[in-house]
């Protein structure tokens, strides 16, 4: 069904359930993973880079050290993940990289906006359903520690 997943990932609680939930979809079809990580770039991390020189290049070690902490969580539940950090605007890049390696799924996060947060920045979601040619999930499902581990101890069904 799904060969080849994209899992955006950007470290926030809601990004650590969709790293699961895309984990649990990877095992089940046996799926390579592709781990994407955007570091924004907005005029607000712009402005931020002229008050405080190094705001970017410190934002930047910040994603390198999330993707880091993904891709060995995948490996401790013995999948071998394909991993990128990139510098841009999150939706658009998530869907150019999407495009780039043939993704036939794209997991993503849902965070709950502001009427304010949504009109300033959009919606990743939003953009995504719009501009990718494969299936989109937005992930929602919490799942605990345990049940997790429980079910990534188990063998993918043929």
Not at 32 to 48: D, I, K, T
Not at 84 to 101: C, K
Not at 122 to 147: E, K, M, P, W, Y
Request: aromatic letters at 6%; charged letters at 20%.
């Amino acid at each position: 069904m799904y060969a080849r997943i994209l899992l955006a990932y950007d470290g926030s609680p809601e990004g650590r359930a969709a790293l699961r939930e895309g984990a649990l979809l990877a095992k089940h079809c046996g799926a390579q993973v592709y781990l994407l990580s955007v570091v924004a770039e907005n005029p607000g991390v712009r402005m931020a880079e002229g008050v405080h020189a190094g705001a970017v290049a410190q934002q930047y070690q910040t994603y390198r050290d999330v993707l880091d902490g993904g891709v060995a969580r995948l490996r401790d539940l013995g999948m071998e993940a394909v991993a990128e950090l990139i510098v841009g605007e999150p939706a658009q890049t998530i869907g150019a990289y999407a495009t780039r390696i043939k993704a036939d799924l794209v997991v993503v996060a849902h965070r709950k906006q502001t009427l304010f947060e949504r009109w300033w920045s959009g919606s990743v979601g939003a953009f995504l359903s719009d501009h990718v040619t494969c299936s989109l999930l937005l992930a929602r499902n919490t799942i605990s520690d345990q049940a997790f581990e429980a079910v990534m101890g188990q063998k993918p069904h043929a």
